[in-house]
């Protein structure tokens, strides 16, 4: 029981502290004249990712490497799957931004990077160096390309992100520093009760730590995305929505694993679960993003369904093989020679029938 409580009061104070931060952050940004744009692309979008880094840096601190990787690795999967997936059953996501459109290359490229690095079994030092440099590179790209951007882009960070009123008590600095102290403060504390209890679970339900990683730990830390993406999808700003799932997983990728490959003091061993199955997985699903988004058109409900679908049988898989159970072959082989070529030929199928009248939607005139 003491377990489970660290474990809940772990995840409010990463809650709690992600949104003290992202809000504390923002008011000072917008106070000192930086763009709603700018702001909402690199201070909104990579502090509901916080708690990822904060779980990611503590864990590896700790020696806790499975944790670490497995978290990042489970919570880009839940993003995609579960979030983007419960969003478009909410309201279809129309993607409409040209940047949006960009960024799922870039979060692509950035996995096939992340791959390529950990073939050796391992993230040194140096190579969690490299990830943390194309965060920054990354970041100022979006800050000098949020120049060009067009007016309704930029109108849509101008609606959501407003500098504090005169008389709003966060109108001042020394309360935007406090918040963002007191956001660290939180993350920190949230994070080291969080990795005690999630090994703690490991040991009692006799799985590894990297399917608790991947599973309880990665879902929990994902709960600033969930909350923010699907108030954007009942609010019907989907653009928002879709943004907030690819911002944070790049920063997943670059930021909370280079981090916690520069804190580790050794690097990031990775597991041979993660290696052979799990960062498939995550590259698998950010790639059934492209032809969706190529499209211009929209992630549709059915869609959504089967994202979520899809999450529930990666974590059906996880279960099963954590336990060795009976069902494990049946389920892999079901898995493997049906529902996947299905999903594909449908998926192939859809963005055809999209595509299609896109071609003939402009007749040549008389």
Known sequence: MTHVLMFAGGLVALVLGANALVRGASKLALSFGISPLVVGLTIVAFGTSAPEMAVSVGAAIDGQTDIAVGNVVGSNIFNVLFILGASAVIAPLVVHVQLIRQEVPIMIGASLVLLVLVLDGRLSMVEGALLSALLIAYTVFLIVQSRRESQAATGEFDHELQPPAAGAWDARWPVQVALVVVGLVLLVLGSDWLVGAAVAFAGALGVSDVVIGLTIVAAGTSLPE?????????????????????????????????????????????????????????????????????????????????????????????????????????????????????????????????????????????
Not at 280 to 298: D, K, N, Q, S, Y
Not at 306 to 333: E, I, K, P, R
């Open 226 to 366: 969930v909350a923010a993406s699907l108030t954007a999808a009942v609010k019907g700003e989907r653009d928002i929505a879709v943004g907030n799932v690819v911002g944070s997983n790049v920063f997943n990728l670059l930021g909370c694993l280079g981090l916690a490959a520069l804190a580790s003091g050794g690097g990031l061993g990775m597991a041979a679960s993660v290696l052979n199955f799990d960062i498939w997985v995550m590259l698998a699903v950010m790639l059934a993003c492209l032809p969706i988004f190529l499209t211009g058109r929209e992630i549709a409900r059915w869609e959504g369904a089967l994202f979520l679908a899809y999450y529930a049988a990666y974590v059906g898989y996880l279960l099963l093989a954590a336990q060795q159970h009976d069902a494990l072959g049946a389920y892999s082989t079901a898995m493997l020679s049906f529902v996947i070529p299905l999903t594909i030929v449908t998926l192939v199928v859809a963005t055809m029938l999209r595509a299609k009248p896109r071609a003939d939607a402009a007749p040549p005139p008389r």
